[in-house]
Every structure is written in structure tokens, then in C-alpha cells.
T-cell receptor, first 113, second 111 residues
Framework: GNSVTQMEGPVTLSEEAFLTINCTYT??????LFWYVQYPGEGLQLLLK?????DKGSNKGFEATYRKETTSFHLEKGSVQVSDSAVYFC????????????FGTGTRLQVFP | SQTIHQWPATLVQPVGSPLSLECTVE??????LYWYRQAAGRGLQLLFY??????ISSEVPQNLSASRPQDRQFILSSKKLLLSDSGFYLC??????????FGPGTRLTVL
């Protein structure tokens, strides 16, 4: 079935540093891909998505490009802020059951001033 | 616009006590509904999902159960809580596309 692998955390950065959180996937066809963000004590929020190969999703300064050649959907931000400290999840629909989302294990980002 | 509510926000229960967590969605009809659990420092575990009233799919055998008595209401229950039931419980909905939208969560501590 479909699966997703995220880099282990935590990722620790200083404010204004460049961020990359790696996500690679295994899938049949070209399903939509998602990044979710979870701030401390809250539910998950959809951060961005890409629905087809070579699409770039973007929101709040974050970007991710759907790359079928490398089966990747890495999350990037040029200049992180303390308020970006959260857990980030990569996700894609299940193969057999698109009613479900398959989530990565999550990557914790800590940004210090 | 659609909104999703969960209550209570936090709950502390003794081992062996019953549980009822509620989730409601506003602004949409016939959504798929989901219950997830997140143990401390862990990822998401899908517990149940429902594609319609009275239709429940269970993902993980356990002492929890779910019900969908109304189109936009999803309830998570237990007759006797275990210590291992502690965690952060998240409800989500989806309609049409594959993306899901999450509620604010319920923090359950079983003592």
C-alpha cells in the first residue's frame, strides 16, 4: 500500500534560519500529497497540499513541491520564526482505501530566538 | 464554513470508569468522520472511521467503541478505561477530497 517516510526530529533551528523537513513517499499512481502542522496542545491543521506531479503547494511562507522523479515532498521555509515551532506531518491517501490518510510519524521543529 | 467541535477539552478519569467523547461538525452534510489517538510524543493512530450514520469501521482492536447516531455527530466510548487509554484524541472530517480537517482534540488522562 501507500506509505510515507519523514525525517526524524527534533529539528532545532535559530530564528531566520532555512528549514527543510524531508518527506518521501511510496504510492501507486500520483495521489495528492499533504503537509499538516500541529501546534502544542492543538489539533492538526492542513498547511499545504499538492494534487499532481510538479505542483507546488504553499502557505504561510512554507512550500513543498511534488517531485515524482524522487518521490519526495520536502517542506521548506526560507526564514523560520519562533511561532513555527510545532510538529509537522506529511500525509497521502491510502492505496486501497482513499477514505483514509496515511500519516508520517511527524517531525518536531523547535525554533529559538 | 465548516467547523468541528470536540468536548470535553480535557478529562481526567480513574481506571475502570466509563468514557464518552463527543465530536460534532457544522456546515456540511454526510461527511466522513474519524477518531484518532495520539499517545505522548507519538504519531497518529486511526481508531475508527465512519462513512455514514450507523456505519463504523474499526481499525485497531481495543476496549474502545464508536457510534454515529446522527449525520454530524461521532462519539467515542469505553465501558472501562485502561491506563493505556491515556492520550490526545482527535476527531476529523472529510468530504469530497482526500484531505481531512481536524478538531481541537481532547486530552484524556487515566489515573
Amino acid at each position: 500500500g501507500n506509505s510515507v517516510t519523514q525525517m526524524e526530529g527534533p529539528v532545532t533551528l535559530s530564528e531566520e534560519a532555512f528549514l527543510t523537513i524531508n518527506c518521501t513517499y511510496t504510492a501507486t499512481g500520483y495521489p495528492s500529497l499533504f503537509w499538516y502542522v500541529q501546534y502544542p496542545g492543538e489539533g492538526l491543521q492542513l498547511l499545504l497540499k499538492a494534487t499532481k506531479a510538479d505542483d507546488k503547494g504553499s502557505n504561510k511562507g512554507f512550500e513543498a513541491t511534488y517531485r515524482k522523479e524522487t518521490t519526495s515532498f520536502h517542506l521548506e521555509k526560507g526564514s523560520v520564526q519562533v511561532s513555527d515551532s510545532a510538529v509537522y506531518f506529511c500525509a497521502l491517501p491510502g492505496k486501497r482505501n482513499t477514505d483514509k490518510l496515511i500519516f508520517g510519524t511527524g517531525t518536531r521543529l523547535q525554533v529559538f530566538p | 464554513s465548516q467547523t468541528i467541535h470536540q468536548w470535553p477539552a480535557t478529562l481526567v478519569q480513574p481506571v475502570g470508569s466509563p468514557l464518552s467523547l463527543e465530536c460534532t461538525v457544522e456546515g456540511t452534510s454526510n461527511p466522513n468522520l474519524y477518531w484518532y489517538r495520539q499517545a505522548a510524543g507519538r504519531g497518529l493512530q486511526l481508531l475508527f472511521y465512519s462513512v455514514g450514520i450507523g456505519q463504523i469501521s474499526s481499525e485497531v482492536p481495543q476496549n474502545l467503541s464508536a457510534s454515529r447516531p446522527q449525520d454530524r455527530q461521532f462519539i467515542l466510548s469505553s465501558k472501562k478505561l485502561l491506563l493505556s487509554d491515556s492520550g490526545f484524541y482527535l476527531c476529523a472530517w472529510r468530504l469530497g477530497g482526500p484531505e481531512q480537517f481536524f478538531g481541537p482534540g481532547t486530552r484524556l488522562t487515566v489515573l
